[in-house]
DNA sequence: TGGATAATACCTACTCTCAGGTATTTCGAA
DNA sequence: TTCGAAATACCTGAGAGTAGGTATTATCCA
């Protein structure tokens, strides 16, 4: 029988060329390719088809998310395992609509890893969940996409005079929206916002 | 000859097992043990001498800086290499400052990694500094150690009477070193300064 | 023993943010 | 089609942060 072709797409190259060793020393796996960039791999989907797509979901400039709904366009057939080294309940709820077939964290040790990818190969879903505090996780689905949007901005240090220009918005649909983002997270201010965003990945 | 002995301190097992396995295939190194947490690591401290330890720096609660120091107090002949997924300029200074005897990114590849253990293991201090804008870390070694005890404090979230409170200083106080912070850095507001905080690892 | 730097403290005027409202429109699900 | 959630917009008063000053110690280094 034939192996099960795969590719990794991790910026950190030590962790890639550690994690093909763990998977091609099972003799069930074979690697084609390694990417360290998101866009290096975008440049040449379509011209890899593998059976396994390892794909980390930090990335740094784009997300392992996006190339995973691009994958599934293209190889519908191929399983794509996301790799996260922050293991927050909201990215494997993003990781599911993106329509991964698996979510592993960093923190799995090498025989585990080993053991779910076979299952995901086998046709199974895994989606490795260790949260230990759902409160944040619920409180995180509350949050409407607009308002994830403008947390994104307050995140990267904008006022709210800067977030309207941006959105085309009036200055008191922002405040409101803050305001509301601040209830429901139960915070007090956009410092805590910010702090409570890079604290939970948002 | 007998093979260098190493131990490895990272809370990402799969990265920890890869990174194993390439030392392994050199044929030159001998694992002794991984430790997954600093604190796991601390308990046996002393019960391990190998020749070589890898330690991480982002090790969660905390931090890898801390452990070389310790391990170079009780095994000053042992070589102690830092592995860091953020190669921030400032960090590395740190690593020099803890007595560290190299510092390689995660974004390396397992090639120069093994040449680099090599010439360390050979008493070369090897520190990799791939930094682009050496403006930022200029500008971060103008901010004097009270600004940066405020800069933590701001980056949590936490207002000026909160910090005021808490460091036994007058409101005042704080507000001037935030002043000359932002003033440093070029910045102009909590905000920015917090965004800027993560951005840059501080 | 200067001189520079760091840390401390205070003041005013101004801007931004927050709490606590109200209100309209749009759009999708029941 | 009706109900509800989401997004939009406005208002006021209070509180927090910023700009641009001044000024006093303490400490370390030349």
């Known amino acids: 029988m034939s192996k099960i072709t795969f590719t990794i797409v991790d910026d950190h190259r030590l962790f890639a060329d550690g994690l093909a060793r763990i998977l091609q020393e099972t003799g069930l796996f074979e690697m084609l390719k390694v990417y360290n960039s998101g866009s290096e791999f975008l440049e040449e989907l379509g011209k890899v088809a593998t059976d396994l797509f ?10 392992g998310l996006d190339l995973c709904t691009k994958i599934k366009e293209v190889f519908p057939g191929s399983k794509v395992i996301l790799i996260s080294m922050i293991e927050a309940p909201h990215l494997i709820r993003l990781g ?101 965003a890079y604290a939970n990945h948002l």
């Open 54 to 63: 390892m794909i980390d979901i930090q990335l740094g400039e784009l997300s």
């Open 96 to 196: 599911m609509k993106n329509k991964a077939d698996g979510f592993i964290p960093k923190t799995t040790d090498a025989s585990i890893l080993k053991e779910m990818v076979s299952r995901i190969c086998g046709g199974e879903k895994v989606f490795v969940d260790k949260s230990s505090s759902p409160e944040d996780s619920n409180k995180i689905n509350l949050l409407t996409e607009r308002e994830m949007e403008i947390i994104h901005l307050v995140k990267s240090g904008k006022s709210t005079r800067v977030i309207a220009e941006e959105l085309f918005l009036s200055e008191f649909t922002v405040e409101t929206h803050r305001k509301n983002i601040l209830k429901k997270l139960n915070l007090s201010s956009a410092n805590e916002l910010i702090a409570y």
